[in-house]
């Protein structure tokens, strides 16, 4: 009986080994994934939550004067593209302005208006179809470079300006004390935007104030928030702009105010957002339209406004504004880069909720290299996704590959994770049936055994 013993046990060694290896073997089969490298570029941002806006701004000049108005002229910034905010198509502009025109980085519609009569109104419309999506810097403080001081960007945004008194003793004052010691300009902005952020408490004006008063009264609106981060930044050296334009709280909304924000740059990374009225460092949600890059130069004094008026001084004339955003499908655009870009982005986030699906179900533990491998392809889509959006303007077709390649990649990342997945499921399941297998066969041989015991006493 004992060679019978030893017969089981070879048996159940060699089941337990042909389980194993078939269930290694059907396992690893599928684990041929092949080393991604990621692009030279590194990842500046991220963009998320895309949709489109069915934007419109319309303007109503109002001659409530006992004669008519004559030689009214009017001045729209328009809202234009920009890189890793939005892109933004006009779909139609009534009436026709007489001109359009370019200021530096803004560019104008212009109507000269002969004549209001009495009691009547002129009504401009401008109706915009705009792919947006929230943006998030991932800023390394390893890979900020250092300011190039004689640079057109670095002259231009580091002087006093217009209710940005950076050049005044308190401001520069406040501004040192603020940063102290550090000198990475990331770390510094994050400094000065905390500061403001507390330092200012939120209570809509009716003129705009600028730095210094927002600085000495504790207070202000988005304005405010945005002059006294900006001229703070100037101070030690940060270059920083003001931009105006619009910003919604829902995707179907009307509004009847503009909304102003901030930018400071960092070498490497480009223009990055703040709204410290809004809470948002670093980052900018997909409802925040700039029309104004800067000042509004064209007029006299310098302004941050979303229309500028002039007419003779007999005049009288009344003005307001109505801003209304729906949201649209991707399909209003008609524009193919666009259309790629959408889906790419939606590729990239259903690609991140599997990676993190994955992470839940414990594949790090079994599969980490192929993990690390599967997230490295998710790099890679944001790398060509970025490029595509930087070069679009310059280079449209390389712009199109770019933009087809991050969808690409982001498409092969939910399939290289279901693998890992599917994987580790088959091992949670298999493994526990290999266990009971061997709890089955050594309580059936110990049984054998006992009862064979008991018939040799017996005999």
């Not at 409530?64 to 009017?74: H, I, M, N, R, Y």
């Not at 009847?256 to 460092?281: Q, R, T």
């Amino acid at each position: 009986m004992k060679a019978c013993d030893r017969w089981v046990t070879r048996k159940t060694v060699l089941l337990l080994t042909l389980i194993l290896s078939l269930s290694t073997t059907w396992l690893f089969g599928f684990a041929s994934v092949k080393p991604v490298g990621l692009n030279q570029d590194f990842l500046k941002y991220r963009l998320r939550a895309p949709y489109v806006a069915n934007f419109t701004h319309t303007i109503q000049i109002q001659n409530f004067g006992p004669s008519q108005a004559t030689d009214v002229q009017l001045y729209v910034p328009l809202v234009q593209n920009q890189t890793a905010r939005y892109f933004v198509m006009i779909n139609k502009i009534s009436p026709t302005p007489q001109q359009f025109l370019e200021d530096n980085e803004n560019v104008y519609a212009y109507w000269n208006i002969e004549e209001i009569p009495t009691g009547q109104f002129f009504t401009v419309n401008i109706n915009y179809h705009i792919l947006a999506f929230n943006v998030g810097f991932l800023v390394n403080s390893s890979l900020v470079g250092s300011y190039t001081e004689h640079s057109a960007i670095y002259q231009e945004h580091t002087i006093p300006e217009h209710l940005i008194e950076s050049n005044d003793t308190l401001i520069a004052t406040t501004a040192q004390n603020v940063v102290g010691e550090e000198t990475n300009p990331q770390e510094m902005a994050l400094k000065i935007y905390e500061f403001v952020v507390d330092r200012l408490t939120y209570e809509a004006q009716l003129e705009e104030q600028g730095a210094i008063w927002a600085l000495q009264n504790r207070k202000g609106d988005c304005s405010e928030y945005s002059y006294l981060f900006v001229a703070l930044s100037r101070a030690v050296g940060i270059p920083s702009r003001v931009l105006t334009g619009f910003a919604f709280n829902n995707y179907v909304q009307s509004l009847s105010d503009g909304h102003m924000w901030a930018e400071y740059y960092l070498e490497n990374y480009g223009w990055v957002p703040i709204g410290a009225g809004w809470s948002m460092f670093d980052e900018l949600d997909g409802r925040h339209f700039a029309s104004l890059l800067g000042e509004f130069e064209i007029s006299e004094a310098p302004l941050y406004v979303n229309y500028y008026i002039t007419y003779n001084d007999d005049a009288q004339l009344e003005s307001y504004q109505t801003l209304q955003t729906l949201k649209a499908s991707i399909d209003i655009l008609n524009f193919s880069f666009a259309q790629t870009v959408y889906n790419a982005i939606s590729e990239i986030r259903s690609a991140e909720i599997t990676a993190e699906i994955a992470e839940v179900t414990g594949t790090q533990f079994l599969w980490n290299d192929r993990l690390i491998e599967a997230k490295a392809v998710l790099e890679e889509a944001e790398v060509y996704l970025q490029k595509a959006m930087e070069t679009w303007s310059s280079q449209p077709n390389s712009a199109m590959v770019y933009a087809q390649t991050a969808r690409e990649r982001a498409e092969q990342v939910p399939k290289l994770l279901n693998d890992i997945m599917l994987e580790t499921m088959m091992l949670i399941i298999v493994i526990p049936v290999i266990a009971v297998a061997a709890i089955v066969v050594f309580l059936a041989r110990r049984g054998r055994g006992a009862r064979e015991n008991v018939l040799y006493i017996g005999s």
